[in-house]
């Protein structure tokens, strides 16, 4: 095995480039002109590493970021887009089963409805969080994607800009969802997913969620408020029961009226049990293909809302509460873990799996199940390390 260079240089990344990158593309049925042609210009970006050590919908405390993705400017633009292209959304609606809104919350949190879609060239951006980004190994398959988009659709790598992460378009697709969901919606032989015209982009976008089980006709969940004694174990969006179970337990809608039937949802708390509640449905699930992050899923729900007519959020946030960390939440699964309650991954990403952990964690140690990652549970758990 060829050693990796350890200085993060434009030459050291050259050399991976040539002696371990491109190996490892050619045994992928990659050809090697391909390859080397769209290298040919390719440089180490160390802000995109930067970068994504301070994505917002996984730095921020999810108030602020809920305020940055909400804003009145971007409602108000979303429903003036909404009408331009109500022909274009409508005709979406009807061959996707994706409802306008949604869609509209995507384009106006993704690019501000087209206005933003990057300008970084994305074979650089894509090789250097393979070679030096947090989750290499996919940033490689997504720089394969790109080869094959040039081998196999004869897309060329100069003309591919696009966000710091290898997002291209109004939709911000990652390259192997432009090779597996775009379509050529207005029929005109060429799927453009990033020129000016959206058709094409939003109809895939479209797609991609069709494709990830999108139901036509549920909402991606409300705001609820919880019973005084609610058991907190049973929150967690790895958990699901039917409306009428959480009726039967004393949910109610965020005005006190009965929560809506739209089939099983799970009780997802954003910031444990002394923040805003809210019941999420399948397709907060399916918004979380397109974004692996539950502050974006919420975000996008919240926006879609906001877009139709919907007013803000009733109560308050815990506003004075310490936000924690990527190292914070590294260090909570490894000491979850060494605990014995497995996070079964350590990556500073706050996902079902580490909830869970910590929901068993706080049952273990009498305190309120919720879930919730902050700086006592981190405590919590030193002092436990400590003995």
Known sequence: ????????????????????????????????????????????????????????EFSLPVWEYLDIVTT?????????????????????????GVEPAIIA????????YGVNRGNIPIVSALATLAWRGRRAAYFEYELVAVFRLVQSRGCAPSSMIGSWAGAVGHGQFMPSSVLNFAVDFDRDGVHNICGDDP???????????????????????????????????????????????WAAMGVVSADGG????????????????????????????????YNKSEAY??????????????????????????????????????????????TLGVDGLPGPNTVRAVRDFQKAQGLVPDGHLDREILAALRALARG
């Open 199 to 245: 058709t094409d982009a939003l109809a895939s976008v479209a797609n991609y969620l069709r494709k990830h089980d999108w139901k036509t006709g549920q909402p991606w969940g409300f705001q609820v408020r919880l019973p005084d004694g609610f058991n907190y174990a049973l929150s967690g969006t790895d958990q699901t029961r039917s409306s009428a179970d």
């Open 258 to 289: 009965p929560v809506p039937d739209y089939g099983a949802g799970s009780i997802f708390l954003p910031v444990g049990a002394r923040g805003l509640a809210f019941l999420v449905l399948r397709n907060f699930h399916v918004i979380t293909r």
């Open 297 to 342: 899923a919420l975000g996008i729900g919240l926006l879609s809302d906001r877009i139709l007519g919907d007013r803000p959020l009733r109560g308050e946030w815990p506003t004075n509460e310490c936000a924690i960390t990527r190292g914070d939440v590294i260090e909570i699964q490894f000491l979850l873990s060494q605990a014995g309650f497995d």
């Open 105 to 112: 919350a995507i384009w106006g949190l993704e690019t501000g």
């Open 1 to 56: 095995m060829i050693p990796l260079p350890e200085v993060l240089d434009q030459d050291a990344f050259l050399v991976w480039v040539r002696q371990v990158l491109r190996p490892r593309i050619l045994e992928r049925n990659i050809h090697p002109h391909v390859f080397d042609a769209a290298m040919s210009e390719v440089s180490f970006r160390p802000d995109i590493i930067e970068r994504q050590n301070n994505q917002k």
């Open 72 to 96: 009145e400017d971007r409602v108000r633009k979303g429903r003036q887009e909404m009408r331009r292209h109500r022909a274009l959304l409508n005709r979406i609606e009807q061959d996707f």
